[in-house]
């Protein structure tokens, strides 16, 4: 199951912080008309303590597993009006206090320091924002002759971590709300991903000019093509592709083709013995393609996720055995005809920190850990590139801005894979950052973040090959909606849909199809997700969320090999088609006026 927190920050504990609020993102509704605009600038944002220079009445949160002990004579008390915390896993250890003799300005600093290479150490506080666009800016340094990262958290989104250096420099980030946020988090946090120490310096909050966009037609001849990312059955698609196409789509991530990277994908229909094009799976695949390309349908791909941990990187027998796996899994994707592989990075969010559990058991200088990690990773890429030439490669979640250091190396070693090939068609970053992010302001700027990023990371022929080949896929959650439920502790029980429809009862997370935000809501999202998206963007279906089968259906889809169907059964919402005609007619979002 994807859970919406996914791509929030992985807290540690149960703590204050930027935790998912649903209705946080949606945008305002503003009447029938096809203008979309923002509030009109707004004044800068009172920040409590901005500059650091009055310490001792901080907080430090109790479930922050912290160590506060002095580093110098010169690290003072925590700065006041401002909470600490750690979003690393738990039990990293991180210092965090007002430092007077390193100011940017005036006489003190914050001091965020990483004690182990898995911390997160920083501060939070708790504006009321209006809705509208805000810049929050800090000055940072680090230590002499070294380089660190600082991310971000501005009430809805975080910025990729930033580069800082030795000297102090301005850092900003910049996001979008569509709606005011009584308790908005701003946080700052040192994300090194090693034990490093940056200062932070006379931080500042204000609200940019306004941006107005105005919604058009799409009249040109080549557009992204818009993916759906659900339980879809290929048999299914199949017997129904022209109505798929007439509603906009022109791809679908298949599940349960090749579920995980241990996965033997000639065995999922049951005979592992037969292969290639006598596989019964790879047959049902190769005719829903045929027929779904006579409709534009073209950009069909097998989906395989990180359902398990992956083997210790440097168990030599237990890489072979994947890298073959996913050979097998871009094999199959040419021989039936799929565009190429997507795979989802999302659910060992845990091994991506150098800090997680399994790395003590045999522990490994962080420098060995990145490089076996790239090194695995460019070897299964190039083996499924060897396989499948002109294969598209997708992947998901935007870990560099959401996961530990650990992540870059492994999207480092599948990139570096695809430019050793040259790989014509590309890597393509699938965001969930973007799921209910509805504003045009945001989403115009969000591809840059991950391209800059990436860019900054890997400079030369790494980034050259990113420019040329590859792009950033954003992503929308329309549909599909649920909420958890907890008891009279907190303890948390179990998933429950909209609350006039079911009230509290525990349900699953499955059960509810209705909407996150209105037809209109999407369509602004959706025009921007189409102009700013330059090859594909993508919907993700928390379930069969765009259509119901009958019965009799539901036993005939169950008998196919691929046997994919999900919550088939359950009534969609009834204005199902408000939401595809966005994507069947498509618009573009036009900036009217200057920033």
């Keep these: 199951m994807r859970l919406v927190a996914s791509y929030f920050p992985r807290r540690t504990g149960c703590g204050p912080g930027p935790r998912r609020s649903h209705g946080l993102l949606l ?43 002095a580093a110098g004579e010169s690290l003072g008390a925590l700065p006041d009006g401002w909470s600490a915390y750690q979003w690393g896993p738990q039990g990293s250890r991180f210092r965090v206090a007002a430092e007077k003799g390193v100011a940017h300005s005036g006489a003190a600093a914050l001091r965020l320091q990483n004690l182990d290479s898995a911390a997160k150490g920083g501060v939070y506080a708790h504006p009321r924002l209006e809705a509208g666009t805000y810049q929050l800016s800090v000055w940072a340094r680090t230590e002499a002759g070294k380089t660190a990262r600082l991310a971000m958290y501005l009430a809805s989104a975080y910025s990729p971590p930033l580069r800082v250096t030795e000297t102090w420099t301005r850092l900003v980030f910049e996001n979008a709300l569509d709606k005011p946020v009584e308790r908005a988090e701003i946080n700052v946090q040192n994300a090194s991903g090693e034990a490093s120490v940056i200062w932070v310096d006379d931080v500042e909050l204000q609200g940019v000019s306004a941006r107005h966009y105005e919604m058009v037609p799409d009249s040109r001849s080549e557009r992204p093509r818009t993916l759906l990312f659900s339980p879809m059955n290929a048999t299914y698609l199949r017997d129904t592709a022209k109505s798929w196409a007439d509603r906009g789509f022109r791809g679908f991530l298949f599940d349960g083709v090749m579920a995980s990277c241990i996965s033997d994908v000639w065995a999922t229909d049951g005979d592992p013995k037969t292969r290639d094009e006598d596989d019964a799976l790879c047959r049902e695949i190769k005719a829903c393609n045929d027929e779904c390309r006579r409709y534009g349908i073209d950009a069909n791909f097998v989906k395989v996720a990180f359902y398990e941990e992956l083997p210790d990187w440097f168990d030599d027998g237990a890489w ?37 559990a399994g790395y003590q058991k045999a522990p490994r200088p962080l420098p060995e850990l990145k490089a076996k990690a790239r090194e695995r990773w460019r070897t299964v890429i190039a083996g499924m590139l060897q396989e499948y030439p002109a294969m598209v490669l997708l992947t998901l979640p935007e870990g560099m801005i959401h996961y530990g250091p650990l992540y870059s190396e492994v999207f480092a070693g599948m990139l570096q894979a695809c430019a050793d090939a040259d790989a014509p068609n590309g890597l393509h970053v699938m965001t969930e950052g973007t799921y209910q992010m509805t504003s045009p302001a945001a ?27 590859c ?26 849909g909209k609350q006039e429809t079911f009230g509290d009862t525990v349900i699953g997370s499955y059960a509810d199809k209705s909407e996150w935000y209105t037809p209109a809501v999407f369509k602004e999202q959706m025009a921007a997700l189409n102009t700013f998206c330059p090859r594909y963007n993508w919907i993700y279906g928390h379930g069969c969320v765009f259509w119901q089968w009958t019965e009799a259906e539901l036993m005939k889809y169950q008998a196919t090999a691929q046997r994919s169907v999900g919550n088939a059964t359950l009534p969609t919402v009834p204005n199902l088609a408000a939401y595809t005609d966005s994507i069947a007619k498509p618009m573009l979002v036009k900036q009217t006026e200057a920033e």
């Design 471 to 496: 792009t950033v896929a954003m992503g929308a959650w329309p549909l599909g909606y649920y909420r958890p439920i907890t008891d009279a502790a907190g303890k948390f029980v179990g998933w429950a």
């Design 443 to 469: 989403l115009a700027k969000y591809p840059a973040r991950v391209s800059t990023l990436v860019e900054e990371e890997f400079p030369g022929p790494l980034a050259e090959y990113w420019r040329r080949r």
């Design 27 to 69: 945008a305002v509704l503003l009447g029938l008309a096809s203008r979309v605009a923002e509030s009109a600038p707004l004044s800068p944002v009172s920040l409590p303590n901005p500059g650091f220079e009055q310490a001792g009445a901080g907080r430090v949160d109790g479930f922050s597993q912290t160590d506060f002990a």
């Design 320 to 356: 072979t055995q994947l890298a073959g796996n996913l050979r097998q899994g871009a094999r199959f994707a040419r021989l039936s005809g799929c565009a190429g592989v997507a795979i989802d990075t999302e659910y060992i969010a845990q091994q991506y920190d150098p800090g997680w």
